[in-house]
C-alpha cells in the first residue's frame, strides 16, 4: 500500500523557531511534506499523531547539505499563526478571529454590549457598565 502524503509550500515572512530545534530558521519558503495517514508498519496506528516534514534551507557553511525537520502539525501551525501575527500572541489572533464571528457578533449585539467594552475586558481593564453600574 502507498503512503499517503501530501506536499505544500509554507511562506514565513520573519524568521521564526520550532519546538525542539535550537536553530532560528530564516524567512522564506519551506516545501512541507504531510503522511496523510499512519504509516503501515506502525505497531499502533491508534496512536499515529499526525506530523510534517519540513525541508529547511541548507546552511551558508554548508551550501551542499540537505537538512530536513520533523515536526507535529500543531507546532508548525503555531509557528505559521505567529508569523501571520508579526508577533503577536496565539491568544491575540484567537481573539480577533471571534470578534470576526458574525454569530459572536450578534450574540454581542443582543446583549448591547460593544467591540470597544470586550477589548477593554481582554485588556485586562474591565468593562465599563453603561449605567456605572457593575452587575456581579
Do not use: C
Not at 20 to 34: H, K, S, V
Not at 107 to 113: E, I, K, L, N, P
Not at 117 to 127: A, C, D, E, T, V
Amino acid at each position: 500500500m502507498d503512503q499517503l502524503s501530501s506536499r505544500t509550500v509554507a511562506v514565513f515572512s520573519r524568521s521564526f523557531t520550532l519546538p525542539g530545534f535550537d536553530e532560528a530558521l530564516p524567512a522564506g519558503e519551506y516545501d512541507i511534506e504531510t503522511e496523510l495517514s499512519a504509516p503501515p508498519d506502525l505497531l499502533n496506528p491508534q496512536a499515529w499523531k499526525a506530523s510534517v516534514l519540513v525541508h529547511l534551507h541548507p546552511r551558508k557553511s554548508h551550501p551542499g547539505l540537505t537538512r530536513s525537520l520533523t515536526v507535529s502539525l500543531a507546532d508548525l501551525d503555531s509557528a505559521r499563526v505567529k508569523d501571520k501575527l508579526s508577533g503577536k500572541e496565539l491568544s491575540a489572533f484567537l481573539f480577533e478571529e471571534m470578534l470576526a464571528d458574525p454569530m459572536v457578533r450578534l450574540v454581542m449585539q443582543s446583549d448591547g454590549v460593544s467591540e470597544t467594552q470586550i477589548r477593554h475586558l481582554y485588556s485586562g481593564l474591565g468593562i465599563s457598565e453603561p449605567d456605572g453600574e457593575r452587575h456581579d
